[in-house]
């Protein structure tokens, strides 16, 4: 995979491995760039994590951080990526629900598939991995019937997928920045998603949003708090913010579907790598 190509070429500041599987026994990879500390050793670096794929149809979610990280490698003596390698420490999980992403694509028709893979006590299929996470767990934006789209689960991380990033996170105290790709709207977006409030630290609340527009001015698209596109709860933005202080955006990336066909993708990736480096600017002070 080019994941595995990219660690082993670049292994002197690049390492894999797996956070977790998912409900089908798949790894969930993450890529780790830095100049210091490999594979799950500990860094007291300020680190950055990019994440795709939560939502299986999504598949320009699971393109851009992928060939993010191969843009980090390829342009690892460019001023400025050489800082942030240098200086951060640098994560990236394309493909958190490959189970789900393998489902929709496997027959050549794509099936519309966005949940995980999961079979309900009702037989139907999957839980929205976005929002399965501790954060207003089960309220306004989810649905409680297994069959439904935005089925939220059982319980808070009753789902591999999203516990292996509840784990991931908890291990790392040095996390500072977060990065969600989703599609499709053309918009990034800053906590919080559940509810209509700012975050309740005023300093980090004005951090977000100029952070956001920072990012957004960087990829030609609009910044927005997430609940003013639609209130959802048990998102990961929300979760990572409230429980780990980590500023955690939402990518709503370009397109006018989730089957934009492969023509987008190199415009789409260009532009957010370029939102990307923006939001690595900001990691070691999101307060600046």
């Not at 595995?4 to 670049?10: G, R």
């Not at 797996?18 to 500990?42: F, H, M, P, Y």
């Not at 929002?131 to 439904?148: E, I, K, L, M, V």
Request: proline letters at 5%; a neutral charge; glycine letters at 8%.
């Amino acid at each position: 995979t080019l994941l595995q190509s990219l660690a082993s070429k670049h292994s002197d500041i690049a390492s894999l491995f797996s956070i977790g599987k998912t409900v089908e026994k798949r790894d969930i990879w993450c890529l780790r760039i830095n100049t210091s500390a490999k594979d799950q050793k500990a860094s007291d670096k300020p680190g950055a994590v990019y994440i795709g794929n939560h939502h299986a149809r999504e598949h320009l979610s699971n393109e851009v951080p992928l060939l993010l990280a191969a843009y980090l490698l390829d342009h690892r003596n460019d001023a400025d990526v050489k800082k942030y390698i240098s200086t951060l420490d640098i994560y990236i999980i394309p493909m958190l629900n490959p189970d789900g992403a393998e489902y929709d694509i496997k027959t050549g028709s794509y099936k519309w598939q966005r949940k995980n893979m999961r079979v309900n006590s009702d037989k139907s299929i999957g839980v929205d991995l976005n929002r399965n996470y501790d954060s207003w767990f089960g309220g306004q934006g989810t649905s409680h019937y297994p069959s439904a789209d935005t089925y939220c689960g059982p319980s808070a991380f009753s789902e591999p997928e999203s516990l292996a990033i509840k784990n991931f996170v908890g291990a790392r105290k040095n996390l500072k920045t977060m990065n969600s790709y989703h599609s499709y709207a053309g918009t990034i977006m800053y906590p919080y998603g559940g509810n209509d409030g700012p975050l309740p630290n005023a300093k980090d609340n004005q951090a977000v949003i100029n952070i956001a527009g920072k990012m957004a001015a960087a990829c030609g698209y609009e910044p927005q708090k997430s609940s003013d596109m639609y209130v959802a709860t048990g998102d990961t933005c929300d979760w990572a913010y409230d429980a780990a202080g980590i500023f955690a955006f939402t990518t709503e990336l370009e397109g006018s579907g989730f089957y934009p066909g492969a023509a987008i993708i190199e415009k789409a990736v260009t532009k957010n790598i370029k939102a990307a480096l923006v939001m690595m600017d900001y990691t070691a002070n999101p307060h600046k």
